[in-house]
Nanobody, 121 residues
Framework: QVQLVESGGGLVQAGGSLRLSCVAS????????MGWYRQVPGNQRELVTT???????NYADSVKGRFTISRDNAKNTVYLQMDSLKPEDTAVYYC???????????????WGQGTQVTVSS
């Protein structure tokens, strides 16, 4: 079994910063891409940013220059540093990872439970 557990969400004023963490644990063989998505009630879940196992990153235009994704492969952990936060960044943030379990050949998508980020104006 594989689990993703996020932490670090909360309430912050506009212009402030938050750092999210997500740890993958369980029967893990390899982790490919990791990333963060967010969802506002009534809207579809949207991509925020991804990072490959080699460190290549991809960002949504709305967060470029403000958010930074990083990962620690030894700790199976991905981070999201969010600076210059805006009220429109308010959402539930979900961690995602493409993981191959031990003794399996397929990579599957796993999701965390989500963490609320609220930015007040």
């Amino acid at each position: 079994q594989v689990q993703l557990v996020e932490s670090g969400g909360g309430l912050v004023q506009a212009g402030g910063s938050l750092r999210l963490s997500c740890v993958a644990s369980g029967n893990i063989g390899d982790i490919n891409d990791m990333g963060w998505y967010r969802q506002v009630p009534g809207n579809q879940r949207e991509l925020v940013t991804t990072i490959s196992s080699g460190g290549n990153t991809n960002y949504a235009d709305s967060v470029k220059g403000r958010f930074t994704i990083s990962r620690d492969n030894a700790k199976n952990t991905v981070y999201l540093q969010m600076d210059s936060l805006k009220p429109e960044d308010t959402a539930v943030y979900y961690c995602n990872a493409r993981i191959r379990r031990k003794y399996n050949v397929l990579f599957l998508d796993y999701w965390g439970q989500g963490t609320q980020v609220t930015v007040s104006s």
